[in-house]
């Protein structure tokens, strides 16, 4: 069974860092784009930053540079290094990636979410 594993949140104050981390295991055939999204309360999930199985990256404009994507493929972990965090960041961010557990199909997994909190 694949497991998306979260790590990294916690409280910062403005202004601050965080790198999140997420690894997935379990019977991988192939890891394609992976990403993390986040949701705020009383708001919908939105995409934070996505990567291709390359280096190709997106960000949703109000983390432009701010945040960072990046993967390390040997270790089948995504990371998210959050720089000038702002109140407006505070939400639970979840990991997603789409996995291939034979050839020939993919499928998307969620992590289970950790919550990032921007507060003085």
């Known amino acids: 069974q694949v497991q998306l594993v979260e790590s990294g949140g916690g409280l910062v104050q403005p202004g601050g860092s965080l790198r999140l981390s997420c690894t997935a295991s379990?019977?991988?055939?192939?890891?394609?784009?992976m990403g993390w999204y986040r949701q705020a309360p009383g708001k919908q999930r939105e995409l934070v930053a996505t990567?291709?199985?390359?280096?190709?990256?997106n960000y949703a404009d109000s983390v432009k540079g701010r945040f960072t994507i990046f993967r390390d493929n040997a270790k089948n972990t995504v990371y998210l290094q959050m720089n000038s965090l702002k109140p407006e960041d505070t939400a639970v961010y979840y990991c997603?990636?789409?996995?291939?557990?034979?050839?020939?199909?993919?499928?998307?997994?969620w992590g289970q979410g950790t919550q990032v909190t921007v507060s003085s």
């Open positions: 379990g019977g991988i055939f192939t890891i394609w784009a």
């Open positions: 997603n990636a789409e996995i291939s557990r034979v050839a020939g199909f993919r499928t998307d997994y």
């Open positions: 990567i291709t199985g390359g280096t190709s990256t």
